[in-house]
């Protein structure tokens, strides 16, 4: 079965840290491309990170630079995202996506809440 599953979103305080993960299964997932993004109430699901097969990876939002890091572990067919100094603007629920013999696959989101 081809999926991404998203796990450990929560509460987290502001400058608090927290870390999602995103498990592939089905995929070749060592030569994949796989995104991270993020969708805040009332707004646009918007494109965070890239992270490429060799796990090196380019940020698309200015506000997480700095902040968040992104990782993969290819042996465990996972991606990584660590959120560090949170701050309440980055509460949404967070997906990855990866597109795979001409189709795009999402998990189902893990959702994220900054707040005291």
């Known amino acids: 079965q081809v999926q991404l599953v998203e796990s450990g979103g929560g509460l987290v305080q502001p400058g608090g840290s927290l870390t999602l993960s995103c498990a592939a299964s089905?995929?070749?997932?060592?030569?994949?491309?796989v995104n991270w993004y993020r969708q805040a109430p009332g707004k646009e699901r918007e494109l965070i990170a890239r992270?490429?097969?060799?796990?090196?990876?380019?940020i698309d939002v200015d506000s997480v630079k700095g902040r968040f890091t992104f990782s993969r572990d290819n042996a465990k067919n996972t991606v990584f995202l660590r959120m560090n100094t949170a701050k309440p603007e980055d509460t949404a629920v967070y997906f990855c996506?990866?597109?795979?013999?001409?189709?795009?696959?999402w998990g189902q989101g893990t959702q994220v809440t900054v707040s005291s």
């Open positions: 996506h990866t597109y795979w013999d001409l189709k795009n696959y």
């Open positions: 089905g995929f070749p997932f060592g030569t994949l491309l």
């Open positions: 992270i490429l097969p060799n796990g090196r990876f380019t």
